[in-house]
Structures are given as structure tokens and as C-alpha cells.
């Protein structure tokens, strides 16, 4: 179908797309690359920005993908998923403000997204905001096999005095993930408590 299409119209805009998806799906990700962005630069979208994101985190090309998100966001200031990545990004440079602002805007318009549900409850518990509780709380019930939720959950529940509650999702989340030490550390933390 693409070499009819290129026989038909090479120039047209989704032939880079779709080489980038076949690159992809052969695993040739630099090649993937190479096309994701040729489509990015001669036609912006949504969805290749999504694509050129995500891939340039694959390959861990973290200075481009930041780069890239800057791009993404100027060119679409309104979409949920750019917004939500740069949310965390400003988290992880702590820049709680701006990852709170960010993970607000998300909620308007995504109310059951599970990260900016979890993250923003995570940022309200560390800012003693008792908002906290029902966000994490969403969130776990939206992802019951999600050991970073139940353990942010968890954790949450504990230090606010519900121990035995805590400590039933940090249990789950323990067997979700059982190398994961933050986990293994909230769990038998609540269970001195």
C-alpha cells in the first residue's frame, strides 16, 4: 500500500508516517526517527508529535525529546498528553508549581487520568494539601494492578493514620513489583507503625 501511495504521490504527507511506523515495527528506530520528523517538520500533528516523543525516549535521546516537547507544546498548546509530560518533567526538576498547574489542566479535561491523578495527589501529600487522599484514591481504583498507584496510595493512607488500609495496598503493590525498594521500603515501614 505505501509504494502504490509513493507511486501516486510521494510527496504526500502521510508516506513519512507510515515509513516510520513499518521502520518501527521492524525495530530500525533511528530509521523511525528519521521519518517521524521529516513528518513533523513538513506537516505538524498531534499524533506524530506523540510518536516522535515517545520514541525519542526509547532511544533515550533525553535532550531531543525535551526539545522536542517544547516544539510539540508550542505548536499544539492544548494537548492533554504534552501537557501531562511536561507536568512531569517539571516534576522531576522540582518545579512543583508549574507540574501542579500542569496536572489541573489534564484533569479538566481528562478527569480519570491515572498519572496526573497520582502524581498531582503525590504533590498535594507532600504539600500536606487533603486533597491528596481522593485523588490517590481515583487512581487506584482506576488502576488496581498499577504498583506505583497502590504504593502512593498506600504510603498516602499510612501517613495520614489509616495503617491497616495502607498497608493492604502497599501488600498488592509489593506483589506487583517485588524489586522495586521504594515499595519494599513503605511496606515494612508501615508494618513498625
Do not use: C
Request: aromatic residues 6%; neutral net charge; proline residues 4%.
Amino acid at each position: 500500500v505505501l509504494d502504490q501511495l509513493i507511486q501516486l504521490n510521494p510527496s504526500h504527507q502521510v508516506v513519512p508516517v507510515l515509513q516510520g511506523e513499518i521502520a518501527l515495527a521492524s525495530n530500525k528506530l533511528e530509521d523511525a526517527k528519521m521519518h517521524f520528523e521529516k513528518s513533523w517538520k513538513d506537516n505538524p500533528s498531534e499524533s506524530v508529535g506523540e510518536k516522535l516523543y515517545k520514541l525519542l525516549g526509547t532511544l533515550k535521546q533525553k535532550s531531543a525529546q525535551n526539545q522536542h516537547l517544547d516544539n510539540w507544546l508550542a505548536a499544539f498548546p492544548e494537548n492533554t498528553l504534552a501537557i501531562l509530560f511536561r507536568s512531569v518533567r517539571d516534576q522531576q526538576k522540582g518545579d512543583k508549581a508549574n507540574a501542579i498547574t500542569g496536572y489541573k489542566k489534564v484533569l479538566e479535561v481528562a478527569p480519570d487520568n491515572v498519572m496526573a491523578l497520582n502524581n498531582l495527589g503525590w504533590l498535594y501529600f507532600e504539600q500536606n494539601n487533603s486533597a491528596a487522599l481522593d485523588l490517590l484514591k481515583k487512581a487506584a481504583e482506576l488502576a488496581p494492578n498499577s504498583a506505583a498507584v497502590l504504593d502512593s496510595y498506600g504510603w498516602v493512607l499510612v501517613k495520614n493514620g489509616k495503617v491497616k488500609d495502607g498497608i493492604t495496598y502497599l501488600e498488592k503493590a509489593n506483589q506487583l513489583a517485588p524489586d522495586v525498594t521504594e515499595i519494599a521500603e513503605h511496606l515494612a515501614a508501615a508494618k513498625k507503625m
